[in-house]
């Protein structure tokens, strides 16, 4: 391991980092005193540290590469669909998990039931991501906008007519499925790259009318004082009601999860999936291209558009900068990290990058950085997602019992 | 049944056929052997109309064509098997014979023709639940024909089912292909560039050259013609 070239590539790699982190670890502008200090020594520290990181680095590159075929060929399942299968584990762990659901908003503060809630309200739009971009391959950066459309939905109904959270709950999703078709319908002729940079547009464009229109929704301000959602007329205290929208949830990401799974084994899924493989081969089958896109578009959105019901009823308050780019994006790599068209993926995906930024509070300003540099390995060693999906892991096995030649 | 009229299509401003005119009568096998390039996969395109064409009529069974969607043309049962076979890599073979069948709400009926399916490709069923991507090249073809087939079509599509095979297995895709035709009494155009083989199995053919068609005649006449000799089946 030790070889002459590797030194030389981590001296290569200890270098660069060097010079790339120069102005921010090196250079320190006084603006008092109006001096510069110059911090040679954290460059020094820089150079080691990269230097032995880029070793630990491609050895474990290396070692996750030997695992990989060593998987291939015992033609193992992944970790976590092992465990799914085994019963002996599965049952208990169901139990196990159950409780803690029910028991964590009194064992855990308020605060941290809240933090758990917006996890599942990712949870529920990451799914409803995860139908356009895992299961039909749509590349959709301008998510967000459904999920504003669900929030603003909630908060001018309720504003203007005083509808309740029940009532907009389905109107939000109705808007947000109509929204879907009507911007879904020109753009989806599109592919691959255009399709994604014409839904971020579409995004932008929704997150600035909903920041410029003052007259309809009342610009940068926001709309205030959105009621949390209802328990059958009763008056909840603060608590009692962060308990219940937690629960809410729970049950709304259960429905999500049983719909998104009913959908993936049905027909349609099965058209979406066939569209994402080969475009030409579904139209040639008799599969309505445009129709099963849009179909994926609007469910996806409509998804959104009940996460963005919650999220103005949990927070009470809303603006356009809840919906900016950087949240499609979140939602983006809570499918992607998770694993593309894996449910359980997905939902790990969004704990993960809903919590981890929360607990990472504590180191305050490197919180970013920290996220980041675990989006990248995550990315390096397991690029499948945490949870790969099942049918993208085939293995080529019965392949041996044939002629070479055919 | 089709009746294809002086039909000329293009990808953006490149024109790929420049005015070709064909018949297939019912219950025939033609075939349309060409040289790579002579653009025998877009009349396939622009009959199925994944890449319509740009002027001309398409006739099936007295019907327009050029107005239609590919699904609709699907439906009124036409079913093609696009070159390179192009079947669902992470779906099983099921799967992919259920998304030939997409159409259709018949089930009795479809489950007959699967087991028919299974009786012409007794490997398939053994690989039902394997994805197809890990077929081989061969068993791909046969899915890909299999897939075709599960939309009950009237006119068949075939584009180069030999590509890459193995002669053996081209052999047996062959006598498959003679075979559809007969029981079933499914209409077959064939695209191929193997000329020899596709002419020993069609009824009649054309070819192609350029977004042209340079001949046409009955398989037996095209195999003795000199020009086709020389060009096509390098004798
Ligand atoms: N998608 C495409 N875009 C542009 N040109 C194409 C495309 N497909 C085919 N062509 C061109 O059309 C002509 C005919 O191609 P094709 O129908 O594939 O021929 P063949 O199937 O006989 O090999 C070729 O000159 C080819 O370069
Ligand atoms: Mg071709």
Redesign the pocket.
């Known amino acids: 391991m030790f070889r002459f070239s590797e030194i030389k590539k981590s001296f290569l790699v200890a270098l660069w980092l060097m010079f790339l982190t120069f102005p921010i670890m090196v250079i320190r502008v006084n603006t008092i005193y109006k001096t510069i200090e110059w911090r040679w020594e954290r460059m020094f520290m820089v150079g080691i540290g990269a230097f032995f990181l880029s070793f630990l680095w491609r050895y474990l590159h290396k070692k996750k590469e030997a695992g990989e075929k060593k998987a291939e060929e015992a033609g193992t399942l992944p970790l976590a669909q092992r465990l799914i299968k085994n019963r002996q584990f599965s049952i208990p762990a169901a139990i196990g998990l159950g409780i803690f659901i029910i028991a964590f908003p009194f064992i855990f503060s308020m605060y941290q039931t809240n933090i758990m809630t917006t996890a599942l309200i990712y949870v529920v739009v990451g799914l409803g991501l995860n139908i356009v971009v895992g299961l039909a391959g749509l590349l959709d950066l301008g998510y967000v906008a459904f999920y504003a459309v669900g929030a603003y939905s909630y908060a001018l109904l309720n504003h203007h007519f005083g509808l309740g959270f029940w009532a907009a709950l389905p109107i939000g999703a109705t808007f947000a499925f109509l929204f879907g078709v009507i911007l879904g319908f020109p753009v989806l002729r599109l592919r691959g790259d255009y399709l994604a940079i014409v839904t971020l547009g579409f995004g932008e464009i929704i997150r600035l009318i909903l920041e410029n229109w003052n007259a309809f929704s009342f610009g940068p301000s926001g709309i205030a004082n959105i009621p949390r959602p209802g328990f059958f007329g009763m008056d909840l205290s603060l608590s009692q009601s962060i308990t219940y929208v937690y629960f809410l949830m729970i049950g709304m990401a259960i429905f999500t999860i049983f719909v998104v799974k009913r959908l993936q084994d049905s027909r349609l899924g099965r058209a979406w999936i066939a569209l994402r493989e080969d475009e030409v081969a579904c139209q040639a089958m008799g599969i309505d291209k445009t129709r099963t896109k849009l179909s994926a578009f609007a469910l996806g959105a409509t998804w959104a558009g009940i996460g963005g019901v919650v999220f103005a009823a949990k927070t009470t308050f809303i603006n356009p900068a809840s919906f900016t780019i950087w949240e499609s994006i979140i939602i983006l790599c809570i499918v992607v990290l998770g694993g593309m068209g894996s449910v359980l993926g997905v939902i790990f995906g969004a704990l993960v990058l809903i919590l981890l930024p929360e607990y990472l509070r504590a180191f305050s300003e490197y919180r970013m950085l920290i996220f980041g540099a675990t989006l990248v390995t995550m990315m390096v060693f397991r690029p499948g997602g945490i949870i790969t999906d099942v049918r993208k892991t085939y293995k080529f096995k019965g392949l041996k019992d044939k002629q070479p030649t055919v | 049944m089709l009746e294809v009229k002086n039909i000329q299509t293009y ?2 401003n ?1 024109q ?2 420049k005015g070709i005119s064909l018949e297939i009568s019912e219950g025939e096998i033609i075939t349309l052997i ?12 622009s009959i199925s109309g994944i ?1 319509p064409p740009k002027f001309g009529d398409i006739l099936f069974m007295g019907e327009p064509l050029q107005e239609l969607s590919p699904n609709q043309i699907v439906a009124l049962g036409i079913s093609q098997v696009p ?1 390179g076979r192009r079947i669902f890599p992470y779906l099983t073979v099921m799967e992919n014979l259920d998304m030939g069948a997409f159409l259709r709400n018949d089930t009795d009926e479809i489950q007959k023709d699967l087991e028919y399916i299974f009786d012409l490709f007794p490997i398939l069923a053994e690989r039902r639940h394997q994805s197809g991507g890990t077929l081989s090249g061969g068993e791909q073809q046969m899915l890909a024909v299999a897939r075709a087939l599960m939309a009950r079509p009237r006119l068949l599509l075939l ?2 089912p030999s590509l890459g095979l193995a002669p053996l297995i081209v052999k047996q895709i062959f006598k498959i292909i003679r075979k559809i035709n007969q029981e079933n009494k499914t209409t077959i155009f064939l ?1 191929e ?1 193997n000329a020899n083989l596709a002419l020993q199995v069609a009824h009649r053919g054309y070819v ?1 050259e350029n ?1 042209r068609i340079t001949l046409s005649d009955t398989s037996q006449n095209l195999l003795a013609n000199e020009d086709v000799k020389k060009a096509y089946l390098g004798i």
């Open positions: 990808y953006g490149i790929a056929i060409g040289a790579n390039g002579a653009g025998k996969t877009t009349t396939l395109m890449v070159e584009d180069e695209v560039q192609m977004g």
